[in-house]
């Protein structure tokens, strides 16, 4: 059986509504990414990266959110998470996978942050903002009348896609400019396996270094 290695509010969160869409079997494992411990102990001696989401399979672990996300698409064969190999599709959803990764989700990881991953100071969230805008610009012109990112249809991209407009409200950046988006997060926010996971998830990690 699959074991999800996550953290409330991380980019695991993608990967942990992947899962619960799959009805795949699977299990968490909560990781507290301020101390590297997990239930088992050294988190690092398990995953020398240290960040999540990592993922046990029966050949071993995983790491790298959009890595995790298509290996969980592949593994739910009678769903349609991924395109067929080769298609126009399936490369578009690889472009955006690593766009978001690349482009949004390490743009995200201010290096003037305090004690976590997200910007928690004045002076890290403006930089951040700035970084970010542009490149969410380009996805909400993207979403222009449809509320899933490639050909309106939910796929494998969109629950990464969730976790970066689920840091705009984190962040209180707004949605100004980008009504788009927002109509994305709320139409995912409908999803029952998207609010099961945030239940099941809880608060997220504090953006407050010593919390």
Wanted: include cysteine; aromatic fraction near 12%.
């Amino acid at each position: 059986m699959m074991k999800l290695y996550y953290a409330s509010g991380a980019s695991s969160l993608a990967t942990h509504i992947l899962l619960v869409e799959s009805g795949l079997t699977f299990s968490l494992e909560k990781v507290n990414l301020d101390t590297k411990q997990f239930e088992g102990g050294d988190y690092k001696v398990l995953n020398p990266k240290a960040y999540v989401p990592a993922l046990e399979t029966e050949n071993g672990l995983l790491t790298e959110c959009a890595v995790i996300l298509e290996y969980i698409a592949n593994q739910a064969t009678d769903k349609t998470f991924i395109s067929e190999y080769n298609t126009q599709d399936f490369w578009k959803q690889k472009m955006w996978l690593n766009y978001i990764a690349t482009e949004l989700h390490k743009n995200f990881i201010s290096p003037f942050r305090t004690g976590n991953w997200l910007p928690n100071t004045k002076e890290s969230k403006e930089l951040v903002y700035q970084r970010v805008f542009p490149r969410l610009k380009l996805i909400n012109d993207q979403l222009e009348g449809q509320n899933f990112l490639i050909n309106n249809q939910f796929s494998l991209v969109d629950p990464y896609l969730f976790v970066m407009t689920n840091w705009i409200r984190r962040l209180d950046f707004g949605f100004l400019n980008l009504e788009n988006l927002e109509r994305f997060d709320l139409a995912m926010r409908e999803r029952p396996a998207v609010r099961q996971v945030l239940e099941k998830e809880g608060k997220p990690h504090s953006l407050v270094s010593n919390d």
